[in-house]
């Protein structure tokens, strides 16, 4: 059985967005090794057009790059029919299909951002980790990755890194329900 990791980028006010400036060697460090420990990708759709752009372009990179684009990748979306970049669109109840993609054996499965599907499978019981990549800044609008009107979840801090940049990545686990 694998476990679903959610590795989620995210301001100090709680903004989903990129903020190049941090990244570093560090960063390289701890993505690549995400990216590495898993067998496939778990994307929302927004999530998988962004990436789809930026990774095809970067065929003459490094292995990382050689590594996002070779690895299986599956899509969550209601609106796309068809994928490419290594891709498979999720159809029907996504729960289900991810909960069998989670029964198989083998290493961890990823999700990169996708807000709305890390609040699906924490919905339904199926994320593991989640590690919030938190950003030494404020954005001060945005979208955000938990919804107002959320059920409350409990979580556990499983560990915590912290690079030189002031990023600190906070790692969760669920442990219940509550409210």
């Known amino acids: 059985m694998s476990k679903i990791v959610a590795v989620v980028r995210i301001s100090m006010d709680g903004v989903l967005e990129e903020f190049t400036p941090f990244w570093d060697e ?71 299909q991810v909960a069998k993609l989670k029964r198989e054996p083998g290493r961890d499965l990823l999700v990169y951002g996708s807000a709305a599907l890390v609040n699906h499978l924490i919905e339904h019981g199926l994320l593991d980790e989640l590690k919030l990549l938190l950003r030494p800044v404020v954005v001060g609008a945005g979208r955000h990755l938990f919804p107002s009107g959320v059920a409350i979840t409990t979580w556990a801090l499983a560990g915590t890194t912290v690079f030189s940049s002031g990023a600190v990545v906070l790692d969760y686990r669920p442990v219940g329900f509550g409210g």
């Open 26 to 96: 560090e960063e390289d460090k701890f993505q690549r090794g995400q990216l590495f420990a898993s067998r496939a990708l778990l994307l929302g759709r927004r999530t998988y057009d962004a990436m789809s752009k930026v990774w095809r372009a970067m065929t003459h990179e490094d292995d990382f790059a050689a590594r996002m684009n070779s690895i299986p990748k599956y899509v969550a979306s209601t609106t796309l029919s068809d994928a490419d970049w290594s891709s498979v669109v999720i159809k029907g109840d996504v729960a289900e």
